[in-house]
């Protein structure tokens, strides 16, 4: 069975700009963890705009389409009960839930969760993934198009500590990582029906990072690129052929960064290798790698001609992507677990504790401009939209900055 589609979708025209503006998936635009607006780079208690409660656990970030925000979250004694939320971005009310059963396994590691995945949006519908390798196609109403149990239909295909890696929109494709030490493969989804435009097997290795896009400068074409410890495959999103590979290592936890020239793969343990993109079939070259720069689980962010890693223990790198040389090193409040996104030359970070902290990286040395104390543990990366911050913990979801 390769899904069960419910109904078509109306077909939507959104002008292009309000789709720019939104945040569709896991880390914004390709995934490349960078937004457009101005948030505040300073905090008080009165930029929080809502705070609304949420009725399950859950590590996906918000997404934010057409006025309108989406989360995941699982609850129940085994985090069976997988619900899909959908609040007003005016007021923060809920505006409609819908609750399935999973179908496939829900253990994971202690400091994970079932609604880890974070859902994607092609700016008419939007797609959630659980641990449970469950997938459902909404449109933005909330009904059901579609629904994908990937345990029933690969039934190797599971996750003893749980599935972390967020599905994204590349080139009208829905990219969806299924990869653990059973059956596992890469997904290329018919976003309108819930079917499968092409299947990779991949490499029988758990993998929680998530799919990152480059649009290929020479022939307009878009690629998707997967990381995983063998190292990094740029597919055609259309078929799923191979267009060039970089060697191993690669990473399992941490998902890679993107720039308009420069790709950065976190290797933990062993430093930060950044990758000059050449276009085509032709494979980028490594441009430096560093011992000194690491990401242990949040991802990397390439804004300009930088690249700025922040490590478990608090720590930022800035770096150039040319050189690898370090301008400047900061230490933050700390410890993290979610990955930093930038708006301009402002770069944003939640740590675990539930500080919220701006940085100025044009600082000479970086520099803290705000804090804002959310006061509960907090685990997911923030999202960015319009000039708001969308930070959830397990409890709740805050919109920061008008």
Same mark, same amino acid.
């Given at each position: 069975?390769?899904?069960?589609?419910?109904f078509?979708?109306?077909?939507?025209?959104?002008?292009?700009?309000?789709?720019?503006?939104?945040w569709?998936?896991?880390?914004?635009p390709?995934?490349?963890?960078?937004?457009?607006?101005?948030?505040?780079?300073?905090?008080?208690?009165?930029?929080?705009?809502?705070?609304?409660?949420?009725?399950?656990?859950?590590?996906?970030?918000?997404?934010?389409?057409?006025?309108?925000v989406?989360?995941?979250?699982?609850?129940?004694?085994?985090?069976?009960?997988?619900?899909?939320?959908?609040?007003?971005?005016?007021?923060?009310?809920?505006?409609?839930?819908?609750?399935?059963?999973?179908?496939?396994?829900?253990?994971?590691h202690e400091?994970?969760?079932?609604?880890?995945?974070?859902?994607?949006?092609?700016?008419?519908?939007?797609?959630?993934?659980?641990?449970?390798?469950?997938?459902?196609g909404?449109?933005?109403?909330?009904?059901?198009?579609?629904?994908r149990?990937?345990?029933?239909?690969?039934?190797?295909a599971?996750?003893?500590l749980?599935?972390?890696?967020?599905?994204?929109m590349v080139?009208?494709?829905?990219?969806?990582?299924?990869?653990?030490d059973?059956?596992?493969?890469?997904?290329?989804?018919d976003?309108?029906?819930?079917?499968?435009?092409?299947?990779?097997?991949?490499?029988?290795?758990?993998?929680?990072?998530?799919?990152?896009?480059?649009?290929d400068?020479?022939?307009?074409?878009?690629?998707?690129?997967?990381?995983?410890?063998?190292?990094?495959?740029?597919?055609?999103?259309?078929?799923g052929?191979?267009?060039?590979t970089?060697?191993?290592?690669?990473?399992?936890?941490?998902?890679?960064?993107i720039g308009?020239?420069?790709? /950065? #793969?976190?290797?933990? !343990?062993?430093?930060? =290798? &950044?990758? +000059?993109? $050449?276009?085509?079939?032709?494979p980028?070259?490594?441009?430096?790698?560093?011992?000194?720069i690491?990401?242990?689980t949040?991802?990397?962010?390439?804004?300009?001609?930088?690249v700025?890693?922040?490590?478990g223990?608090?720590?930022?790198?800035?770096?150039?992507?040319?050189?690898?040389?370090r301008?400047?090193k900061?230490?933050?409040?700390?410890?993290?677990?979610?990955?930093?996104?930038?708006?301009g030359?402002?770069?944003? /970070? #939640?740590?675990?504790? !539930?500080?919220?902290? =701006? &940085?100025? +990286?044009? $600082?000479?040395?970086?520099?803290?401009?705000?804090?804002?104390?959310l006061?509960?543990?907090?685990?997911?990366?923030?999202?960015?939209?319009?000039?708001?911050?969308?930070?959830r913990?397990?409890?709740?979801?805050?919109?920061?900055?008008?």
């Amino acid at each position: 069975m390769n899904s069960v589609p419910i109904f078509a979708a109306a077909a939507l025209t959104l002008f292009a700009g309000s789709v720019r503006a939104d945040w569709l998936q896991f880390r914004g635009p390709d995934a490349s963890a960078r937004g457009t607006g101005q948030p505040p780079v300073t905090f008080q208690p009165s930029d929080i705009v809502w705070k609304t409660a949420l009725p399950g656990r859950g590590l996906s970030s918000p997404v934010i389409v057409g006025g309108k925000v989406f989360l995941t979250a699982a609850s129940g004694p085994d985090q069976e009960t997988l619900h899909v939320i959908c609040l007003d971005n005016t007021t923060g009310k809920k505006l409609w839930e819908r609750r399935f059963q999973a179908t496939g396994r829900t253990m994971c590691h202690e400091k994970t969760n079932v609604a880890a995945p974070t859902p994607a949006s092609d700016g008419t519908r939007v797609f959630a993934l659980f641990s449970s390798n469950d997938c459902f196609g909404l449109d933005l109403e909330g009904n059901l198009l579609w629904v994908r149990g990937f345990t029933l239909d690969y039934p190797n295909a599971s996750n003893s500590l749980g599935l972390a890696s967020s599905p994204i929109m590349v080139g009208g494709v829905l990219v969806t990582m299924v990869e653990n030490d059973g059956d596992s493969f890469t997904l290329g989804i018919d976003p309108a029906t819930g079917t499968n435009l092409w299947k990779l097997a991949r490499p029988k290795n758990a993998n929680w990072t998530s799919p990152t896009a480059w649009q290929d400068p020479a022939s307009g074409r878009p690629l998707v690129l997967v990381t995983a410890h063998e190292g990094v495959l740029a597919l055609d999103p259309q078929t799923g052929k191979e267009q060039w590979t970089l060697p191993k290592p690669g990473t399992t936890i941490p998902s890679a960064g993107i720039g308009e020239k420069h790709f /950065a #793969v976190p290797r933990p !343990g062993k430093g930060l =290798a &950044v990758y +000059t993109l $050449a276009g085509g079939t032709t494979p980028p070259e490594l441009a430096w790698e560093s011992a000194q720069i690491n990401s242990d689980t949040a991802s990397p962010v390439l804004q300009g001609p930088r690249v700025f890693a922040l490590n478990g223990a608090g720590v930022l790198s800035c770096a150039e992507l040319a050189t690898g040389d370090r301008p400047w090193k900061l230490r933050m409040e700390g410890p993290f677990s979610g990955s930093p996104v930038m708006s301009g030359t402002t770069l944003y /970070a #939640v740590s675990e504790r !539930g500080l919220l902290q =701006a &940085v100025d +990286t044009t $600082a000479a040395e970086g520099a803290v401009t705000g804090k804002l104390d959310l006061g509960t543990t907090i685990l997911c990366t923030p999202s960015l939209s319009g000039n708001s911050i969308y930070v959830r913990s397990d409890g709740h979801v805050w919109r920061i900055g008008k």
